[in-house]
T-cell receptor, first 115, second 112 residues
Framework: NAGVTQTPKFQVLKTGQSMTLQCAQD?????MSWYRQDPGMGLRLIHY???????DQGEVPNGYNVSRSTTEDFPLRLLSAAPSQTSVYFC??????????????FGEGSWLTVV | GNSVTQMEGPVTLSEEAFLTINCTYT??????LFWYVQYPGEGLQLLLK?????DKGSNKGFEATYRKETTSFHLEKGSVQVSDSAVYFC???????????FGTGTSLTVIP
C-alpha cells in the first residue's frame, strides 16, 4: 500500500538553485496539499489543490509554485531557494476537500537544507 | 477564525505513567477534531478522531473526548510505554471547509 509518496527524502541546495519536490498518491484523492514543518511552528500550509487543474495558496505560499495536471501528482517547485526555506516538507492528501471526519494522509517527508 | 492551541512541551514521563496532553480549539460551528502522531523521521499518522460533541475517539490505549462546552480535545493514556515517544499534534477541520488546522505539536519522551 503506497499511499502518499514523496521524493527526494533528503536534499541539499545552494541559495538561488531551483528544484522540485515530487508527490504522488494512489488513493484517488481529490484533495492534495503541501505543508512545511519548522521547530516551534507546527505545520504551515503552503499550497493546496481540490482537484486536477485547481490550485490555491495556503498560509505561506511565497517562493513556491505548484501545479496539478493529474489526480495523482502534486509537485512543489522552489523557484530560487533561500536559507529560510530550509525545512521539512510534507505532502498530504484526503479523499475529498470537505466532509465530516475526513482524514488527511501524510507522506514521510522531505528534508531540505538550503546553504 | 479557526485555530488549535496545545500545551507546550517537551513532556518527559516514566514508563507506565498517566499522560495528558491538553488541546483547546477556536472554531465556529461543529468541526471535526483529530490527534495525529509523528514518530522520529516519519510523517504524521492519524491516532484518533471525533466528529461531534461528546464523541470519544480511541486507539492504541489513547483516548480523547470532544468537549464542546470547554472547546477542548485533551489526549489521555493511562499507562505510557517507551514506544509512545513521539510528537503529538491536535488538529481540526471544518466540515464545510477544505483546510486542516494544526497545533504546534507536543513532544513526548517516555523513559524506562
Amino acid at each position: 500500500n503506497a499511499g502518499v509518496t514523496q521524493t527526494p527524502k533528503f536534499q541539499v541546495l545552494k541559495t538561488g538553485q531551483s528544484m522540485t519536490l515530487q508527490c504522488a498518491q494512489d488513493m484517488n484523492h481529490e484533495y492534495m496539499s503541501w505543508y512545511r514543518q519548522d521547530p516551534g511552528m507546527g505545520l504551515r500550509l503552503i499550497h493546496y489543490s481540490v482537484g486536477a487543474g485547481i490550485t490555491d495558496q495556503g498560509e505561506v505560499p511565497n517562493g513556491y509554485n505548484v501545479s496539478r495536471s493529474t489526480t495523482e501528482d502534486f509537485p512543489l517547485r522552489l523557484l530560487s531557494a533561500a536559507p529560510s526555506q530550509t525545512s521539512v516538507y510534507f505532502c498530504a492528501s484526503r479523499p475529498t476537500p470537505q466532509g465530516t471526519g475526513n482524514t488527511i494522509y501524510f507522506g514521510e517527508g522531505s528534508w531540505l537544507t538550503v546553504v | 477564525g479557526n485555530s488549535v492551541t496545545q500545551m507546550e512541551g517537551p513532556v518527559t514521563l516514566s514508563e507506565e505513567a498517566f499522560l495528558t496532553i491538553n488541546c483547546t480549539y477556536t472554531a465556529t460551528g461543529y468541526p471535526s477534531l483529530f490527534w495525529y502522531v509523528q514518530y522520529p523521521g516519519e510523517g504524521l499518522q492519524l491516532l484518533l478522531k471525533a466528529t461531534k460533541a461528546d464523541d470519544k475517539g480511541s486507539n492504541k490505549g489513547f483516548e480523547a473526548t470532544y468537549r464542546k462546552e470547554t472547546t477542548s480535545f485533551h489526549l489521555e493514556k493511562g499507562s505510557v510505554q517507551v514506544s509512545d515517544s513521539a510528537v503529538y499534534f491536535c488538529a481540526l477541520s471544518q466540515n464545510t471547509g477544505n483546510q486542516f488546522y494544526f497545533g504546534t505539536g507536543t513532544s513526548l519522551t517516555v523513559i524506562p
